[in-house]
């Protein structure tokens, strides 16, 4: 099956009972047992919910996995995967990472014994210099948020192999639709399902997809075990966001393409970090793992100061100042003050996230009027 067949059919049926066309919500928190023991497959909606299993069938076949895991957001997802360490462990982690993960790796996590490395991944000598025997775990991201580097997947994965080391890839920013890291050699992939894979900003929800069954079996045991489950209507908004995703991204890509170019030759714009131009430093990367280049583009003023930038976000209109991305609508954010406010400001700098960023997740509306609202919000600096 294709990918733009299985957004649509793989892993869901009609309801068996009706034969309702669309997955119902399974609203409930338990099921009747015949006999003790003697059940349908389902005992307790924490364990299991038939909504859920509907999408983490689809999930799977999406990214090319052995099993998915639903969770009740992408940090309770990422919650789950770092409990498969020890105290004593290390990581080694994207130093420009998705704010929320830094903080629950290093604020969560660091209380329990495990030890993170943070590092850009630009060269692999420098994973040979922060391993060794403790190392369980590589944390990537990409592209980055919200610099938007590009880290080459296959590469970390060659060299984590030999080594036993969970290759784990954030894969929120790209959508399965764009790259899917288990082909390139992961073993897990993450999503925050709340942006492209939900797609509309009306739920909160979070996945996790594993090449190797044994993984998964031990997540669901975390699961069930700590309990952050999404509920069974959140299953469905995810299931329905799905069936459109290879044609929202595909708009979303195209549109920020376009706006990555206009504001390039912008006279207030300093710099776009944008992986689809040829002078990205990771452009061959990108293209080599990548479908499109990604619905994201990232800018800095010639006024970096971090007034100027609020006038651009406070100053457009189609463009809603939020955090999140991955949405139907444009969103415009200011990494320094708002997703990324928990990294202090001199690890900002080290990666070019400075005051005066400004993020962008490019919708789907039509994409001249996206730039006429953009072009006059930048007129205002
Ligand atoms: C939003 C996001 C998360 C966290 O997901 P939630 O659903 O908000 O818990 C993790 N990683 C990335 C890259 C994100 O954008």
Redesign the pocket.
Known sequence: MKFNTKVIHAGIQPDPTTGAIMTPIYQTSTYVQAAPGDHKGYEYARTQNPTRTVLEANLAALENGADAICFA????A?DAILKLLKPGDEVIATNDL?G??YRLMTKIFGNYGIHFHFTSFDNIADLDALSNEKTKMIWI?TPT?PMLNIIDIQKVANWAKSKSILVCV?N??ASPYLQTPLDLGADIV?H????YLGGHSDV???AVIVKDKAIGDQLHFIQNASGAVPGPQDCFLVLRGIKTLHIRVQRACENAMYIAEKLASHPKVAKVYFPGFENHPNHEVAKKQMKMFGGMVSFDLHDNTEEAARKVLTGTHYFSLAE??GGVESLIGHPASMTHASIPKEDRLKVGLTDSLIRLSVGIEDVEDLWDDLNKALDLV
């Open positions: 957001s992408g940090l309770a990422l998705y929320g993960s991201e948020n954030d929120t920013f993450l925050s399902a709340t942006k909160i929800h979070g999140s991305l």
